[in-house]
């Protein structure tokens, strides 16, 4: 298509990079921030190379509001994990319409001004086929990652955070689905899941 997508994840310190093609969706390097869905670039994402959290989890109280600085205020730039039905980090937002149209924006609220979240139309599109063999992935002109998620009821202190680090492949899309789910895109077949909203994905930015 003639979209124009963001070289790398949100977060990340450089396009992904390897001796082979294969070798490229592995680079933690390129694995970039993982964001709870709908939510502002505030510190809460942040994870190291080594999947390790750069910020502490907090649970027993979610955020009452869904936009700009958090409320109540020790739950700024943290990790809302929730493990209760249905596992959102706010309830200021619970069909998530507000959120979707706040990553939607395109004034730099969280993508690079002139950039938004894409839809999931958006992003299958562009991916075109499956990105299950690694050296596909590798030599896609995307250059996505095997990145692995964040789950939403983490709570853990002793890092180790990100699950499924080498194979797990979705990413946010901007689509909320009912009361409950947001939607990722999941490149192995590429198809959409329906994932909690606390929960950590990477994000990949496209021109709007």
Aim: one cysteine or more; glycine letters at 10%.
């Amino acid at each position: 298509s003639s979209r124009v997508w963001l070289d790398r994840n949100m977060g990340a310190s450089r396009v992904c990079e390897g001796s082979t093609p294969a070798d490229r969706p592995l680079d933690s390097e390129c694995f970039g921030d993982y964001y709870q869905w709908g939510r502002a670039t505030d510190g809460h994402e942040k994870v190291d190379k080594d999947g390790n959290a750069l910020n502490n989890s907090i649970s027993g109280t979610l955020a009452s509001n869904y936009a700009g600085a958090i409320n109540p205020a020790n739950l700024r730039g943290r990790f809302i994990a929730n493990s209760a039905v249905p596992h959102d980090w706010t309830t200021g937002d619970g069909y998530g319409n507000n959120r979707k149209s706040e990553w939607n924006k395109t004034n730099g609220s969280i993508c690079p001004p002139s950039f938004k979240v894409p839809s999931y139309t958006e992003f299958f599109t562009d991916v075109g086929a499956s990105m299950s063999n690694l050296t596909t992935m590798g030599n896609h002109y995307m250059r996505l990652s095997r990145h692995g998620y964040r789950p939403y009821n983490d709570t853990s202190t002793t890092g180790n955070n990100i699950m499924d680090r080498g194979t797990g492949m979705e990413y946010w899309t901007s689509e909320n689905d009912g009361s409950k789910f947001s939607r990722t895109i999941e490149l192995a077949t590429p198809m959409y899941r329906l994932r909690r909203r606390a929960a950590g994905y990477p994000v990949r930015c496209v021109r709007y």
